[in-house]
Every structure is written in C-alpha cells, then in structure tokens.
C-alpha cells in the first residue's frame, strides 16, 4: 500500500461513525451483514449510513455484492491488512527487528460490540 491509499483509508476511518461501521463489518467476519443490520446495530439512518459506505468503499475499506434485494457488506480484510502493514512497516525505526503479526481472524460471528464500543466516549467538561 502506498502513502495515498493509506491516507484514503485513515482519512476514512476518522469518523466516529465510519469507524463503528467499519469495525461491525470487521467482527461480522467474512461474511459481513446487510445493509439493513447494519443501519439497526449502528442506529444510523439509512441515507446517513450509504454516505458513510460510500466513503468506506471509495477508501477499498469495505466490499458490497447484491443478493437479492439485500445488499450485504463485506470488511476488506485484505486490504486492512495491508494498511496494518504500512503503519508498522517502520515501527521499530531499526532499535530492533519487529516480529511480524499474523493476518487479523475476524472474531466469530456471534460476538457483536457493544454501543460503547464502537462510538468514542464524550469528554467531560467540569
């Protein structure tokens, strides 16, 4: 991955909501979620959440394939890790050798974040 697709996708991913978005796709493994379970897990309205989509797939963040009449996402594992890779490409600045991770595993289908999880905390003002 070169400097401007990794800017692409980090720009991408600097919305709290396109953050959350991406990360349900990430946990629904390789078989990702429809549009529709997605707009209802986020809370996000549908107009509101092809926006975000949009955004992610023009990044080459996230992958769409029509089954019907549902349109199911998919996280663009590859590529995901081909970012990972870019920013931890230099990561020890040659103190000492990095140890290369594995591929990221998707969690299993069934773990679902929480709201608290996918959406930052509110600072407190005092």
């Known amino acids: ?5 990794s800017l692409a996708a980090l720009k991408a991913l600097a919305h709290p909501t396109r953050l959350g978005l991406y990360r349900a796709l ?3 493994g390789p078989q990702g979620l429809p549009v529709g379970a ?3 897990q986020l809370a996000v309205p549908g107009s509101t959440l092809s926006a975000h989509l949009r ?7 996230v992958l769409d394939a029509r089954e019907g009449r549902v349109i199911r996402c998919r996280a ?3 590529r995901m890790d081909a970012l990972l890779a870019y920013l ?4 020890c600045a040659g103190a000492a050798p990095c140890v290369p991770r594995p591929a990221c ?9 929480s709201r608290h999880e996918t959406l930052p905390r509110a600072r407190r003002r005092r």
């Open 26 to 28: 990430v946990q629904a």
């Open 76 to 78: 663009d594992y590859m």
């Open 1 to 5: 991955m070169e400097l401007i697709e």
């Open 88 to 91: 931890t490409e230099n990561c």
């Open 55 to 61: 955004v992610l797939r023009a990044a080459g963040l």
């Open 105 to 113: 595993k998707p969690a299993s289908a069934t773990t679902r974040p």
């Open 38 to 40: 997605l707009a209802d």
